[in-house]
């Protein structure tokens, strides 16, 4: 079975389901901190792109117009339940972030954790987000890439073998997504495994 398909990615998401949020918590202060750089307001909508079972809600408790979705409906309904749990108003829904179903401009803030590595098409997801993004709203993407200076090493070509397979791409470069789009990149910073991991903040 191809891995970089939304059917692969339901299938091996469903299966991760329950240790799902201890794989993640090494990354909690990472999901934090990025939030912390968009600096959302309260009274601002914000989209969460690939929310998984909504690791990041605990820091959007002061955020009052919230919308999240993810590929696969074990995820979403997990996401529904932390909300409840957080008492936290959010509308979520099972979505194809290839593929948004919101109108245009729709968002102040767009929250994309672990996503862009992870989704069969990037480029196409990130055009997506921009789309239902408000001219002058902002992207946060926390994710895994390669350095976009750096060869891409035979080494790292067979370990992405595995990994692509098990969760998630280690061979894409953000400035081959982001300069699809006409995205202002104005933060980029290493957020973990020696800049493996990065927290990149785009404006429209």
Known sequence: MPVNTNRWNKIRYSLFLPIYDLIAAPLYQQRKRSIELLSPLPEEKILILGAGTGLDLPYLQ???????????????????ARARRLHISVDAAVMDGQQLRFPDESFDCIIMHLIIAVIPDPVRCIREAERVLKPGGRIIIFDKFLPDAAQLSTRRKIVNFFTNFMFSDITRRSADIINKTGLKKTDDVSAALGGMFRIIRLEK
Request: overall charge neutral; aromatic content about 0%; proline content about 5%.
């Open 62 to 80: 002061q955020c009052n117009h919230l919308t999240a979705i993810d590929i696969t409906p074990g995820m979403i309904a997990m996401l529904k």
